[in-house]
Structures are given as structure tokens and as C-alpha cells.
């Protein structure tokens, strides 16, 4: 059967739609980008323990005592284990989904109720929506609206898009028919009957459609986070890359609680602005035994006094202003060019790409500049690159096993040139594995190792190569299954492969610091599939070098030996993960000068520097 193209179609649409509705695409990302500042600025402003007081107070007014005492226990948690930025971010995520959600959901839904018409149009659609898998989203939102937080909202506005519309639409249709007509037969005009009657009474119904939406935008959280959405979820997915428990479980934990407390006070909201629902409340409340304060329920305008006293006592006592992290007070040590600019570099969670970048993050620091780093996948860091989103990456592996990115996006890019070279790409094994030295003495032995090569990101040059060339080249495709999955589980399977002597295959490339704590075999090439060695380059978006002058000329000028580059990536590995920056200064005390060397502070700015430092001198004198 001849192959249909629809993949050529899709691809030919979107260029089009990238071509014609760009403006489209822009007003839409300002409107959402803004509305999460918005957001994220008044979550932000007051302090955590503060802003824990107030949620729980929601929650007492809401559902009484002891849901109060558990939701300020479960925020300060949060806040305990440093990830109240990253939680805001995500409420912020969900609010901001939720609310747009809501504005497309409860409308269509109403229309769907009352002519079904729409509701046999729109029912398959909903279908289509809710079946297909929620990273899928990720593509066309990257595509159209690049790398960060729009995409990841935009993404989770489709997906939890149909549970909002159904339970509306079943909300209404639900109401009493009778009820209706009653409304009508006394001259109830069509828009009161739907204000008065419908919609009141399918206000619990409507509720749990928003509840549902609130959890799948939840469950979206992670997934975003893959294309630069930051929050619990960029922590989630830093902690699967790095294979990190102890993050991925402080990240999980914080999602739980923010779900339970969303999950609980919309499902207690839903009673509350439903007549039936609160007069069932008042009834529950007058015949509770027991002791009662764990059974009252303030007022509203008591709710409301008790958030404004903690606001006050919270402004008396100068606790606004979040807990953000404390300044590098450090930053100025080597002149301070970058004062006030900021600089956003992406890595991919390879070593040398982490080493690099962390590298760089502190030397620009060093000089005032204000830097964001955020781990992505391949392709979307080539696409916020290529966008502008991100202002430059160190890890562009060129001219082979990035070709299929830089050939894309060449034209949108710059390229720093190789700041290590030459490399080199090799399947590996154990050298335990005395009989294997070649690919070709994989053939014919795919049950020793289990029928796989244990691989690394699927987005990887390198992971495209095997599967494109050196497999087919081989033979072995058809023998051994390539294992998609991240660098850290790679080798994690192949330390613990290791300690049992098992035999096991994996991707690996030099320089790497696994040679130098396991002994392994590079499996040699004898018909040459992977090419010349690649160099590592820096690459920054189009427009980078005419705003950073200087930083572009450290870029291009910046140069790591093998031992420099090896003894990071050791250093970084001793210390742990989570801890990359403060492995690089520590490697930076071993190593001085090298800071002075690769980002040489300008004459005028050292003039400029000690004038500074002449007149702080002076100025006790003075006084």
C-alpha cells in the first residue's frame, strides 16, 4: 500500500500558519505571558509563611479546622525544602490554564446544552482532544509559540479543555425539565432562565468539570517543564534527567499537596455556591456532636478580617517579599560590565554541556550579569535558540552529530566556534567483555546482552545516528532494540551492570568521565559510520553578538584541555547533584586564573573598578 504523506501535509500547514498568523501567535503569547506575571506577582509578593496563613484560612472558612492546620503544615513544607518559587510558579501555571480553560469551556458547554447540533460537533472533537497524548501538545506549542511557560499553559488549555465543556454541558442538560418550563410558562425570558434556574442548579456539576480541569492541569505540570516551563515541574524533570531521588521526591510531594488543597477547596467551593449544597452544609453543621471548634466554620467577613490582621502583623513585622534565593554578593569581584543585563543559557543534561554551562553561569555572575540556566530536550533548545528565547547553549556537537539542527536553523543562529575538540562518538562495553572489541562482533550475540543497547535521550544526534547508520550498517537492527531514555539512566544501568559484571552495551563519547572510573572498550568503527571526531561549540541566537559584545568575545576565545574538562565534570560528579555551581567554584579555586583568562574584564571597566575602590577608601576619611 502506497504511503500517505500526512506528515508532509502537517509540516506544509504549519509552515504556512507560522507564516501568515506569526501576529496571531504573538498577541496570544503577550496576552498569556502576561497574565502569568500578572499572577505569579501577587502570589509572590507576600512571605511564604504568610501566604500559608492566608490559604489556610480559605481552607478553615472552606472546610473547617483541621483542613486549616493541615494546609499550612503541607505550604510550609513546601517552603522547607526550598521550592516556594518553583510552587508559585506552578500554582501560577494552573491559575492562569484554569481561567482561560473556563472562558473557552463554560460558553461552548452552554451552547453545546442548548442546541445539539453543536453537541454532535462538538463531542468528537472533545473525543480527538482528550485521547491523544499530552505531549503531543508540546510540538505545535513549541513550534508556534517557542520555548518557556506559554507553551507548557498552552498545552494544558487543550488538554484539560474537554472535562470543563462535558460537565457544563451535562450540568445543564440535568436540571429538571419541569423546572424550565415552570420558568417559561411565567414569562422567564430565555437568557433569566439560564442565569435563575440552569445555572444555579448546575453549579455543582459545573464545579466538578472545574475541578477536573484544575487536575489535569496539575498533571500537565511535569510535561511542561520539559520545554522551559519551570516550576515544580522543571524540577520534576531535572530530577528524571539527573536521576535525582531526593529533588524528584521534595518536587513530587510539593505537586501532591498542591493538588490535595485545589482538589479539596474547589469540591468545598462547589457546595458553598450551590443553594442545595449549603443548605446541606447548614444542616451537617447545627447536628454535629462534639467539640465544636474543630466543627465551626468562620463567616466570610471573618475569613476575610483574619487574612487582613495576618497581612498587617506580616507588614509590621517586614516579612513581605518571598523567599527568593540571596544575590551572588560575590558578583562584582572581577568588575561589573554586566550590571543590570541579563543572559539566559539551555543545556542539555550531557556532562561537558553541564560543566560548561555552570562554568559560564558563575564567570558571568562574577561579572554582574543576572543568569537564568534551564535544562531542555535537543529540540527545544535548538528551537528557543532559533526563536530567541534562549541566548546561548555550550554543548553543539558540529559539523556531525547536531547536523539535522544546525542545518534547520543555521541561518537563525551563531556560532562561537569549538571550545573543545577533537571528540569522538563509540558504542562501549565493559572491558571484562575480552571478545568484543568491534561492532562487528555484536552480530549474532544480541541474547548475551539482553537484545538491547542501553541509550540515552531520543532527541540526541548521537541516538540518531545509531538508529539511521551504524545499526543498519551493521546489521545489528534488526538484533538489538535501541533503549530511548536519559544520559543519568544510562549510567546508572551501566554502573550497576558493572558491579555485577554483566554484559551490557551502551553510547558513550569522549572526552567522558566514565572512562576514567570504569574500565570500558570503545567498540571500533572499521567502516568508518560515525564520521570525523566532532568539536564542541557554543552557538547563540541571531542578534547576540551586537548586544553582548563582550561576552560573545569570551565565547569565541574560550578554550578547555581535556584534563580542565575531565577534572570539572569529576568535581561536579563528587559533589552531587543539585550542586553544580558550587562544584564549579570550588574547581575555580583549583584552578585560578582561569576565570581572568577566559573572561578577561576590559581596561575601562578596571579603571573604572578601582576608582570605586579609591573613592569607598576616601570616604570614612572624609566623614
Not at 163 to 170: A, Q, S
Not at 180 to 192: D, K, L, Q, Y
Not at 458 to 474: H, I, R, T
Not at 495 to 507: L, N
Amino acid at each position: 500500500m502506497f504511503r500517505l504523506p500526512l506528515g508532509a501535509w502537517v509540516d506544509s500547514a504549519v509552515d504556512w500558519l507560522q507564516t501568515h498568523l506569526a501576529w496571531l501567535f504573538d498577541a496570544i503569547s503577550a496576552v498569556v505571558s502576561g497574565m502569568f506575571d500578572g499572577i505569579a506577582a501577587v502570589l509572590s509578593a507576600p512571605h511564604p509563611l504568610l501566604f500559608a496563613g492566608i490559604v489556610a484560612i480559605i481552607a478553615w472558612w472552606l472546610r473547617g479546622l483541621p483542613a486549616g492546620l493541615l494546609t499550612f503544615a503541607g505550604f510550609a513544607l513546601i517552603d522547607s525544602v526550598q521550592l516556594w518559587s518553583e510552587a508559585m510558579d506552578t500554582l501560577t501555571l494552573v491559575l492562569v490554564a484554569t481561567l482561560v480553560t473556563l472562558v473557552i469551556a463554560v460558553p461552548l458547554g452552554i451552547w453545546a446544552s442548548r442546541s445539539r447540533t453543536v453537541s454532535a460537533v462538538v463531542r468528537p472533537v472533545l473525543d480527538f482532544m482528550q485521547t491523544m497524548p499530552a505531549m503531543v501538545y508540546l510540538i505545535p506549542g513549541v513550534i508556534f509559540f517557542g520555548v518557556g511557560v506559554v507553551p507548557g499553559i498552552i498545552a494544558t488549555i487543550i488538554f484539560a479543555l474537554p472535562p470543563g465543556v462535558r460537565m457544563t454541558e451535562l450540568g445543564i442538560r440535568q436540571v429538571d425539565g419541569e423546572l424550565v418550563e415552570a420558568a417559561e410558562a411565567f414569562g422567564t425570558t430565555s437568557r433569566n432562565t439560564l442565569f435563575r434556574v440552569q445555572l444555579p442548579l448546575a453549579l455543582p456539576t459545573i464545579m466538578a468539570g472545574i475541578n477536573q480541569v484544575i487536575m489535569l492541569g496539575l498533571s500537565m505540570v511535569v510535561i511542561a517543564g520539559m520545554v522551559g516551563g519551570g516550576g515544580l515541574g522543571g524540577s520534576v524533570y531535572r530530577a528524571i534527567g539527573n536521576i535525582d531521588v531526593g529533588l524528584g521526591f521534595e518536587a513530587g510531594i510539593s505537586i501532591v499537596i498542591l493538588a490535595m488543597y485545589l482538589d479539596r477547596m474547589t469540591g468545598a467551593l462547589g457546595r458553598e455556591v450551590s443553594p442545595l449544597g449549603r443548605r446541606a452544609a447548614a444542616k451537617a453543621q447545627a447536628s454535629a456532636d462534639g467539640w465544636k471548634i474543630w466543627t465551626y466554620r468562620p463567616q466570610p467577613v471573618v475569613a476575610v478580617a483574619g487574612i487582613l490582621a495576618l497581612a498587617l502583623v506580616a507588614g509590621g513585622m517586614g516579612v513581605f517579599g518571598g523567599s527568593g534565593s540571596a544575590k551572588n554578593t560575590a558578583s562584582g569581584a572581577s568588575g561589573r560590565i554586566g550590571e543590570g543585563k541579563k543572559i539566559s543559557i539551555g543545556y542539555i543534561p550531557w556532562d561537558e554541556g553541564i560543566a560548561s554551562t555552570f562554568l559560564w553561569k558563575e564567570m558571568l555572575e562574577r561579572h554582574g550579569y543576572e543568569v537564568d540556566t534551564k535544562q531542555y530536550e535537543a529540540g527545544a533548545l535548538y528551537t528557543g535558540m532559533a526563536n530567541g528565547q534562549i541566548d546561548f547553549q555550550t554543548d553543539s556537537w558540529l559539523p556531525t552529530t547536531h547536523a539535522s539542527y544546525w542545518e534547520k536553523y543555521q541561518d537563525r543562529l551563531e556560532d562561537m566556534g569549538a571550545w573543545y575538540a577533537p571528540t569522538s562518538l563509540e558504542l562501549t562495553v565493559p572491558a571484562y567483555m575480552k571478545d568484543v572489541r568491534s561492532m562487528e562482533d555484536l552480530k549474532g550475540r544480541a541474547s548475551e546482552f539482553k537484545g538491547r543497547i542501553v541509550g540515552i535521550e531520543p532527541s540526541a544526534g548521537e541516538m540518531g545516528l545509531l538508529k539511521d547508520k551504524l545499526l543498519p550498517g551493521y546489521g545489528l537492527d534488526k538484533e538489538y532494540k535501541l533503549i530511548d531514555g536519559s544520559t543519568p539512566s544510562m549510567l546508572a544501568e551501566l554502573k550497576r551492570a558493572y558491579a555485577k559484571k554483566e554484559p551490557i552495551v551502551v553510547p558513550l563519547w569522549s572526552p567522558h568521565w566514565a572512562y576514567n572510573e570504569y574500565d570500558l572498550t570503545k567498540l571500533a568503527d572499521p567502516k568508518g559510520l560515525w564520521g570525523e571526531g566532532d568539536g564542541v561549540h557554543t552557538l547563540a541566537r541571531k542578534g547576540f553578538t551586537a548586544e553582548h559584545p563582550e561576552v560573545a568575545q569570551w565565547l569565541k576565545d574560550f578554550k578547555m584541555s581535556e584534563k580542565q574538562l575531565t577534572s570539572l565534570e569529576a568535581q561536579i560528579q563528587k559533589t552531587g547533584s543539585g550542586k553544580e555551581q558550587e562544584a564549579v567554584r570550588s574547581w575555580l579555586k583549583d584552578n585560578p586564573g582561569v576565570t581572568e583568562k577566559w573572561s578577561p574584564v576590559p581596561k575601562a571597566d578596571k579603571a573604572a573598578k578601582a576608582d570605586k575602590a579609591a573613592a569607598e577608601d576616601a570616604e570614612p576619611a572624609s566623614s
